[in-house]
């Protein structure tokens, strides 16, 4: 057998290091149809023969076994014998009943309602357009807002991914001065539920579109705090509760464009009260890109892709809080889980 030469093993790896990063597409489409499948509900906790699987999911056996295979190779599952599959870890988060779950995150990203829009990536590169409206004929917002069962995945994608910084947020951040937080686009209310539960001394509300806020009402009541916390809907960019002592915003800016994300802050600074603090939760971007965040970046272009926003670096919220007249008191990065924390206030206050 002939040696394989040193420099053509390091072309193949090269090879397959492109290849595999262009599988991602495919890894995305055989990851939301396994939780659009709820297979992982299937699965729970011990290995399950794929034939079981495909009776209880009504799917083609063959064709099942070899998806699950595929997903196998990529880490979310194990086939400890040939045709049995258990969860790892990783895919234990597709299960609806982990305190962790991401399906409803992972049926969102990779529902055809984005999928589509994402097949525009190469429309919003060639003319910074939103690939979204171009290819749905509506924005983001307005779009989802009409179609109930995508509006209330969002929302409930939107609250999965809040999580792990809800927690972080209210078991770091001192709320010892505060009386009243205003969650600004606040969703269905997850990361107030969890400040309140941990700080019994404080009334919230919720604000968020009309669609955005749905389910609010609910989530507040299961997480016990319905009483100190209301559910309000409004536009931001127009009125927002003006009796607040601390405004938090988090995982919106990257929805919008610089112009309107100064309108918004614009918005904020005229109601809120001087004395009041602005707590801005979500990604910063490194000044320059390297492989140590790909995820913060993917998000930058998923932004020009659907709402026509972008991530922004840490100098160009100063840069935009310090034009429509916020100070930064601090800025602390990754104190949210991957999110990070601005902390500003009214110019004047400082
Ligand atoms: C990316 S989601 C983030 C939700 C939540 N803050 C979180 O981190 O889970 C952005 C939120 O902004 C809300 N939103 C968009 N436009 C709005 C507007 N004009 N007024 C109020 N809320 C709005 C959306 O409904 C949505 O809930």
């Known amino acids: 057998m002939t040696e394989i030469a040193n420099d053509s093993a390091e072309k193949m790896d090269l090879r ?9 597409y495919m890894t995305a489409h055989a990851i939301g149809v396994v939780a659009e499948l709820g297979i992982a509900d299937l699965i729970k906790d011990e290995p399950r023969a794929g034939h ?3 009776a209880e999911s009504g799917t083609h056996e063959p064709s099942l076994r070899r998806l699950l295979r595929t997903l196998t190779a990529v880490g979310l599952f194990t086939e400890p014998e040939p045709g049995h599959f258990a969860l790892t870890d990783v895919g234990s988060q597709l299960r609806s009943d ?49 179609q109930g069962d995508a509006n209330r995945l969002f929302n409930e994608a939107m609250s999965e991914e809040s999580r792990i910084a809800a927690g972080q947020l209210a078991a770091g951040y001192d709320f010892s001065h505060a009386k009243k937080v205003i969650d600004l686009g606040g969703g269905d209310g997850t990361l107030l539920a969890a400040v309140l539960s941990t700080q019994p001394h404080l009334r919230g509300v ?22 100190r916390c209301e559910a309000l809907a409004g536009d ?21 464009s610089d112009e309107d994300s100064r309108a918004l802050l614009r918005s904020c600074r005229s109601q809120m009260p001087d004395s009041a603090t602005l707590l801005i939760v979500g990604s910063v971007l490194p000044e320059t890109a390297s492989t140590d965040q790909p995820i913060m970046f993917f998000t930058d272009l998923n932004m020009l892709v659907n709402t026509g926003g972008r991530e922004r670096t840490e100098s160009e919220f100063r840069v935009m809080l310090q034009e429509t007249g916020f100070d930064v008191r601090s800025v602390r990065l990754g104190a949210a889980g991957p999110l990070s924390i601005i902390e500003a206030v009214p110019a004047a206050a400082l």
């Open 52 to 54: 079981e699987l495909a």
């Open 16 to 24: 397959a290091a492109l290849i595999e990063k262009i599988g991602g």
């Open 98 to 146: 982990s305190p962790d779950s991401l399906r409803a995150f992972s049926r969102m990203f990779c529902h055809p309602i984005l999928l589509r829009a994402w097949q525009g990536l190469g429309h919003s590169v060639t003319t910074g357009e939103r690939a979204f409206d171009h290819v749905h004929g509506k924005n983001f917002y307005s779009y989802v807002a009409d």
């Open 206 to 227: 919720v604000f968020d579109s009309a669609s955005g806020v749905a389910e609010a009402p609910d989530a507040l009541k299961r997480a016990g705090v319905a009483d």
């Open 236 to 256: 931001f960019f127009q009125d927002i509760p003006e009796d607040g002592d601390l405004y938090i915003i988090k995982s919106v800016f990257q929805d919008w």
